[in-house]
C-alpha cells in the first residue's frame, strides 16, 4: 500500500510503502525510496496515487532502493564530516 501524507513547509506529498499491516511512517527517508522506484519505471507518484490497479514496488525492491539510499547518504555524512 502507497501512504501519502503532505509536507507542509514545502507543500509538497511525501510518500511511503507499507507491506503489511500495522505501523507505518512517513518521512525523509521513505519518501525518496518510493519516488525512485517510480521514476525507474517511468510513472509519476502523484498521479498514480490512490489509481486503482496500479503495480507497487515488492518488499524485495523496497529493500534494494531502501540499501542504494541508505548507502548515498553514509557517503554523504562521511564527506561532510571530512571537510570539518
Known amino acids: 500500500?502507497?501512504?501519502?501524507?503532505?509536507?507542509?513547509?514545502t507543500g509538497?506529498?511525501?510518500y511511503s510503502?507499507?507491506?503489511?499491516?500495522g505501523t507505518a511512517?512517513?518521512?525523509?527517508?521513505?519518501?525518496?525510496i518510493l519516488k525512485a522506484w517510480f521514476k525507474?519505471?517511468?510513472?509519476d507518484i502523484d498521479t498514480d496515487f490512490g489509481a486503482s490497479g496500479i503495480t507497487l514496488?515488492?518488499?524485495i525492491e523496497?529493500?534494494?532502493?531502501?540499501?542504494?539510499?541508505?548507502?548515498v547518504i553514509k557517503d554523504?555524512?562521511?564527506?561532510v564530516k571530512m571537510v570539518k
Open 57 to 59: 514496488p515488492t518488499e
Open 40 to 43: 525507474v519505471k517511468n510513472r
Open 1 to 9: 500500500m502507497v501512504l501519502r501524507a503532505n509536507n507542509p513547509s
Open 25 to 32: 511512517n512517513i518521512h525523509p527517508f521513505t519518501d525518496p
Open 17 to 21: 510503502y507499507a507491506a503489511k499491516e
Open 12 to 14: 509538497k506529498y511525501m
Open 62 to 71: 523496497i529493500e534494494v532502493i531502501k540499501s542504494v539510499v541508505a548507502a
Open 76 to 79: 554523504l555524512i562521511s564527506a
